[in-house]
């Protein structure tokens, strides 16, 4: 009996540390610790180079989001809940931020390039602050700034009207510091004073 006890236990041991390296092996993955890349140590995996159109039909780049720290969100604007939700939380950041939002920025990325326009951007931006500024492209350069952040987004077509559709889609916001680098994922569910103090010491 204490041969198969003693088996148990060491199965179950066995089991954890198993579970244990893989947790570890896939968060070093996910942070840019794991490889033998040619980055500095501990560079973020999270990020990088892009090319798209803002609201007002301008080019943006992920140039354009260094030198201040910046928010960024992947959406769409047929978001039922969550999209105008979460903007809405960064437009109350800003807002208390005061004359300190002038030196952070926030972005958000459309999932949804068929129907996000620039217009369509503008037209929904309308209802928020006006320091956020939105980003659309053709199908191939919002599948790379999905990549570049390891955003997951799907068509889930409707059941009642074939022609219709929402997306699933990654609700993190990304903070990203002034080098444009991955900081971590930033919680806006607390005050907006408690996140304006976060996201001051990035500033």
């Not at 920025?105 to 939105?134: H, N």
């Not at 068509?155 to 609700?171: F, G, R, W």
């Amino acid at each position: 009996m204490m041969n198969t006890r003693a088996s148990h236990i060491l199965l179950v041991l066995a089991a954890f540390l198993t579970g244990l390296v893989i947790f570890l092996g896939v968060f070093l993955f996910a942070t840019g610790n794991l490889g033998g890349g040619s980055g500095a140590p501990g560079a973020s995996a999270i990020g990088g180079p892009f090319q798209l159109t803002d609201q007002n039909g301008k080019t943006i780049t992920d140039a354009d989001i260094k030198g201040r720290p910046h928010l960024v969100f992947f959406g769409y604007t047929h978001c039922p809940d969550v999209c105008p939700a979460t903007l809405f939380e960064v437009s109350e950041l800003m807002r208390v931020l005061g004359k300190d939002a002038d030196r952070a920025g926030a972005l958000f990325i459309t999932v949804d390039p068929e129907r996000d326009t620039p217009a369509a951007l503008k037209d929904y931006l309308s209802s928020f602050d006006p320091r956020l500024r939105a980003a659309t492209g053709n199908r191939a350069a919002i599948d790379a700034a999905e990549k570049a952040y390891r955003v997951y987004a799907k068509k889930v077509p409707s059941e009642k009207d074939k022609d219709d559709y929402s997306m699933d889609h990654t609700a993190l916001v990304y903070l990203m510091d002034k080098q444009g680098r991955f900081v971590a994922p930033f919680s806006l569910k607390r005050t907006p004073a408690e996140a304006a103090a976060e996201l001051r010491k990035y500033l």
